[in-house]
């Protein structure tokens, strides 16, 4: 009975260590979202429609990108401004802005993508208020 009692304690206490690392790999990103920190206001991002566009799931590469050395990911999923903050902070180089689009829409994870659909004839944003919306702040 005592044994039937520690195999019992083991498996709970293995269970509360996988929780976490469970929970993390079945971790779902939002459906929508709001980037906030803009000084033109917030972003609402569709992120379900993103995941579509750009192939489903599989291709997360599209918008993400592995995690560097200097600042390595803390889940599966992580948002942007996990690493890019509203002023770059040591040791990250890029602040949130830059890594979506430099000041002028020309690169950037978001310009990027858009401009292309845009140039095909697509319909996606390219203009600030486009995305940027005071009432999303």
């Keep these: 009975m005592k044994k039937l009692f520690y195999v019992a304690l083991a498996l709970f206490a293995l269970a509360l260590v996988l929780n976490p690392v469970v929970m993390m790999a079945q971790a779902k990103p939002p459906t929508t ?9 917030g972003v609402k991002f569709d992120h379900a429609g993103h995941v579509t566009k750009t192939g489903g799931d599989a291709k997360c590469d599209t918008c993400h990108h592995a995690s560097k050395p200097e600042k390595a990911a ?21 602040k949130a802005q830059a890594a979506f689009h430099d000041p002028m829409f020309k690169k950037g994870t978001c310009a990027d993508c858009h401009i292309k659909e845009a140039a095909a ?4 944003p390219t203009k600030c208020p486009e995305c940027h919306k005071k009432e999303n702040a």
Excluded: N, V, Y
């Design 121 to 124: 004839g697509k319909k996606a």
């Design 74 to 94: 803390t889940a599966k999923q992580e948002k942007c401004q996990g690493c890019h903050t509203t002023a770059a902070t040591a040791p990250m180089k890029t």
């Design 33 to 41: 979202t709001i980037l906030k920190g803009a000084p033109m206001g």
